[in-house]
Every structure is written in C-alpha cells, then in structure tokens.
C-alpha cells in the first residue's frame, strides 16, 4: 500500500517543529488574522491514538474570535519524535515536563486545552506547575481510569502490540470496529489514509505506557481544585469514555465552568467543532472580562 500524503494544515496555518528546551514538537498553528484584536494564545494537546489534526476544524474560528491556536502532536505521537521502545520516556511526569516546555515556548501564559489522554497530562502539568498557563479546558477527560469497557479495549491493543508490527496493529484495530472506539478521538478528521498514516508515526512504547496509564490513571481532583487557575470542563453530551454524570461531577468539585455539547459525544472538537470553539472562546473572554 503507497503511504498516503500527510494532511495539509487549515488555510493560512503553519505546521512546522516548535523547538523548546525539551526537544522539537511538530504542530499547526494558525495566527490571529489582520484586523481582528489579539486576545490569547492557546495550546491543544490530543487524545491517545489522536493527533494535532483533531484539532484542525477548530482553529479558524478560534482565530475569528481573536485565539491563536497550536495544537501540538506530543512525544512519540504520529510527527514528534521519541523512543520507540522504551516506555519510561513515556511516563506521565515525563510528558507533564514536555507540557511545560511547549506552553513556554508558544508563548507562555496560554489557555492549556487536553482532549481525553491530553487532558490528564495537561492536568499533571498543571500540577506540577501552573505559572505557564492562563487556565486549563479539560474536554471529555475524566477523573481517573477510563470505563471498563475502553480499558478491555486498551489491554487487547497493548497486548497487539507486544506481539504483531504496527501496520499488523492498524489492520487488527480495523477489525475490531471504528478506530475512534480504541480509545482515541478519530472520527471525522482525514479519513482512513490519514489515520493509517498517523497510526504508523505512533511510536509502540508511546502508545503502550500511555495506554497503562489510561487504565490505571488515580483520580487527582482535588490536587488540580487547589491549583490557582480557572477551570472549564467541556463534554459531549454522551461520552462511553467517562460517563457524562462524572464528568459533571468532576466540573462540581473543581468548581469549574461546565459545557456540554449538543450532538457530540468523546470528540466535540472534530464532531461539533464551532459549537466547541464558542465555547472556549466564551471562557477565555469571560476570564479577559473578569481581569479587566
């Protein structure tokens, strides 16, 4: 099978390597245009399986609304580079730092967006260290360990890849379903060819550590509630990932602003993409209104 070309950036975006002080990350970025004030910098970090390309339909109206917008592949995810087998590379806190390092080096502070996966390491980085960010979205990210049901699907993709190659891998996820259903956010972005292509970037041991820790994830809410950011839990309406009522749950204990959005399900930003982008465009400007 020919390897498909990769998928273009949205109009009048930039995808290159953002260098910081822990490496180079590849990522798309799309600038405020001409004529619209400057009103934020945000940094979007994907789900497992995922990659910045979930985030390719909200950037143009993030720009619209004033929001620079870089989404950001993360270590050994389709076109950043990492280890290919040694997953102690891959370990939370490891990626926390490498968190820290991107929002510094897209231009600290900036709203931190984690998508699934995204949100529980942008949650550890927040932890570790909230200066480098103006607040934090948490979309369909939940509390701690993913549902029953997707860590059964994680164990079968983790034991896949002990034993079969990669493109071995894509071909057996294909058979068990949808991809987006193997705990990643990839419906309606660039069809299979892209996804094939991205599925082969992953690095294994990326994929395998991160897997684990969906699955073994501690819940860390009340360590993130006294971290001195504002907060926004975003969510479909169903979610078969973490449950709606303990995503609501978690808005509650974080005292966070809460959305939910019509239509959507795991992945808001690629199925009702200008819903979701008001949304975080609301947020950002209420916090810009509530400083001034």
């Known amino acids: 099978m020919t390897t498909p070309a990769p998928l273009p950036p949205p109009p009048g975006a930039r995808a290159y390597p953002l260098r910081t002080a822990r490496g180079d990350f590849a990522v798309v970025d799309l600038q405020v245009p001409p004529g619209v004030d400057q009103r934020g910098v945000a940094l979007l970090l994907p789900g497992f399986t995922g990659s910045k390309e979930d985030f390719s339909l909200l950037h143009a109206p993030l720009a619209a609304r004033g929001y620079r917008s870089v989404a950001i592949d993360g270590r050994g995810q389709y076109e950043s580079d990492g280890p290919a087998d040694d997953e102690s590379a891959y370990a939370q806190g490891e990626l926390a730092r490498d968190v820290l390092a991107q929002a510094e080096a897209a231009g600290a502070p900036v709203h931190l967006v984690g998508h699934s996966l995204g949100g529980q390491i942008a949650r550890a980085a927040v932890i570790l260290d909230h200066s480098p960010f103006r607040s934090l979205t948490l979309v369909a990210s939940g509390p ?149």
């Open 144 to 292: 701690a360990q993913i549902s029953t049901s997707q860590q059964q699907r994680v164990k079968l993709l983790r034991d896949a890849l002990a034993v079969m190659t990669m493109p071995e891998v894509w071909d057996a996820i294909l058979a068990m379903g949808p991809p987006e259903e193997v705990g990643g956010p990839a419906r309606g972005i660039g069809g299979l060819d892209h996804l094939r292509r991205r599925w082969l970037g992953n690095k294994p041991a990326q994929l395998a550590a991160t897997g684990g820790q969906l699955c073994t994830e501690p819940d860390r809410v009340a360590e993130l509630a006294a971290v001195p950011l504002p907060f926004h839990v975003l969510s479909g309406e169903k979610d078969d990932t973490w449950p709606v009522p303990l995503l609501d749950d978690m808005a509650v204990r974080l005292h966070a602003h809460r959305t939910i959005v019509p239509g959507a399900e795991h992945s808001p930003n690629a199925e009702q993409p200008l819903p979701t982008a008001d949304a975080l465009a609301d947020f950002w400007d209420s916090l810009t209104e509530a400083d001034g």
